[in-house]
């Protein structure tokens, strides 16, 4: 039973910095794809960041570029990401997402949001 649980969310100041963390479970694939998407209310899911942790490998959405940083922590099965220059549009609640697939449909799956498994979610809040 895979399972990801994100924490680390909550409210920041614009310009501010906050990170996400995401533990994942039951992978019985060392390697696998990791991403964070948000949604803000009224608004579609957009991808956020995603990494192939077989070779670290990452893709960022344009809007985060630059201020946004995924890594990993293979000993602990866990993804962070880390904001920084926080704006009041980064407001939303971001999704951990994972994927047991291959480098090249990392990729893919980054593109059409098709990973296999989902977190619950956690709230980011940015005043300005």
């Known amino acids: 039973q895979v399972q990801l649980v994100e924490s680390g969310g909550g409210s920041a100041q614009a310009g501010g910095s906050l990170r996400l963390s995401c533990a994942a479970s039951?992978?019985?694939?060392?390697?696998?794809?990791m991403g964070w998407f948000r949604q803000a209310p009224g608004k579609e899911r957009e991808g956020v960041a995603a990494?192939?942790?077989?070779?670290?490998?990452?893709y960022y959405g344009d809007s985060v570029k630059g201020r946004f940083t995924i890594s990993q922590d293979n000993a602990k099965n866990t993804v962070y990401l880390q904001m920084n220059s926080l704006k009041p549009e980064d407001t939303a609640m971001y999704y951990c997402?994972?994927?047991?697939?291959?480098?090249?449909?990392?990729?893919?799956?980054?593109?059409?949001?098709?990973?296999?498994?989902w977190g619950q979610g956690t709230q980011v809040t940015v005043s300005s």
């Open positions: 997402a994972a994927d047991p697939g291959s480098a090249g449909y990392c990729y893919t799956a980054w593109v059409d949001q098709g990973f296999a498994y």
């Open positions: 039951g992978f019985t694939y060392s390697s696998n794809c």
């Open positions: 990494i192939y942790t077989g070779v670290g490998t990452t």
